[in-house]
């Protein structure tokens, strides 16, 4: 069986300060004239600097903290079970550059041949194409695929691809 874990809250959990990380991304927005509702969400501020071609701006933002975090991750209990799974991918919301960092400070990057992140393509969870690109990299089927995750973003994309979802508290649970 493949496992594809998520990163952050699963794996490892990213010393980073979303609310400090949102700020700043809404003033790196509003500097470059985009209107900024104040209760606008990370992902909701992401969606509008995409739509208003300043992606690579908000994404400089986020990735650097997001680099920053990896660097001081926590590791959690799944982080030894993905060392003991195998074939296994990571599929995560973080860009593919925290992710790399964060599986090398725990000394995982060995165990992940894929790394499925944010600026892999046009989409993202709960979209279940970021999670099936990472099991059709693994060579493997969604049927014979677990999909560990911590929220419900993760859950309703491994029900988008048709793959087996297993709560990251579960999962540990059951090792
Ligand atoms: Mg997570």
């Given at each position: 069986m493949a496992v594809v874990y998520d990163l952050d809250g699963t794996v490892v959990r990213l010393a980073v300060d979303w609310d400090a990380v949102t700020r700043e991304v809404a003033a790196t927005l509003e500097r470059r004239g985009v209107t900024v509702p104040d209760d606008a969400d990370l992902w909701k501020l992401f969606r509008l600097g995409r739509e208003a071609d300043q992606i690579d701006a908000v994404e400089r933002v986020i990735s650097a903290h997001e680099r920053a975090g990896a660097r001081e991750s926590e590791r959690l209990a799944c982080a030894d079970l993905l060392a003991r799974d195998a074939p296994t991918a990571v599929c995560s919301l973080n860009s593919g550059g925290a992710c790399h960092i964060a599986l090398g400070q725990h000394r995982l990057r060995e165990h992940v041949p894929v790394v499925v992140g944010?600026?892999?393509?046009p989409w993202e969870k709960p979209d279940p194409e970021p999670l099936l690109a990472a099991i059709d990299r693994l060579g493997v089927e969604p049927a014979e695929t677990t999909f560990v995750g911590d929220g419900e973003r993760d859950e309703r994309t491994a029900e988008g691809a048709g793959v087996e979802f297993v709560y990251a508290s579960e999962w540990a649970r059951r090792a």
């Open positions: 944010r600026d892999a393509g």
